[in-house]
């Protein structure tokens, strides 16, 4: 059996992708922390609980302003050096995937 077009198709699919991995990352950086990011707030207000009111929401409003910027930042390289190392045929299935795979995250979460 001959693949050479389904091979083609994703090379296409990849070949219109690869100049967006930087936006791709970023995607499913952000959509990741809209997903878990109270789980990530949660422990950090138990972590912070036991201090001054002043202190407190110092710390909370610091942490969510550069606090989730920082992981942003973080993790976007992370995702899109990962995405750059696939090859082009792999490249469609496993971002139309991993976009699935944060979608029924956020199902199990509740939020869908």
């Known amino acids: 059996m001959d693949f050479t077009f389904v091979t083609d198709v994703l090379s296409t699919l990849a070949g ?4 967006y991995l930087n936006e791709i990352g970023l995607s499913m950086a952000a959509t990741l922390l809209v997903i878990y990011g109270n789980n990530i707030t949660a422990a950090f207000k138990k972590q912070i ?8 929401i110092t710390l909370f409003v610091l942490f969510c302003a550069f606090g989730f910027a920082f992981i ?5 390289p992370l995702v899109t050096n990962l995405l750059r190392d696939i090859s082009d045929v792999w490249l469609p299935i ?16 509740g939020m869908i």
């Open 72 to 76: 942003t930042s973080f993790v976007t």
């Open 16 to 19: 219109w992708m690869k100049p």
């Open 94 to 109: 496993v971002i139309i995937g991993g976009f699935y795979l944060i979608g029924l995250g956020a199902q199990k979460k």
């Open 49 to 56: 609980g036991s201090l001054q009111f002043f202190l407190k």
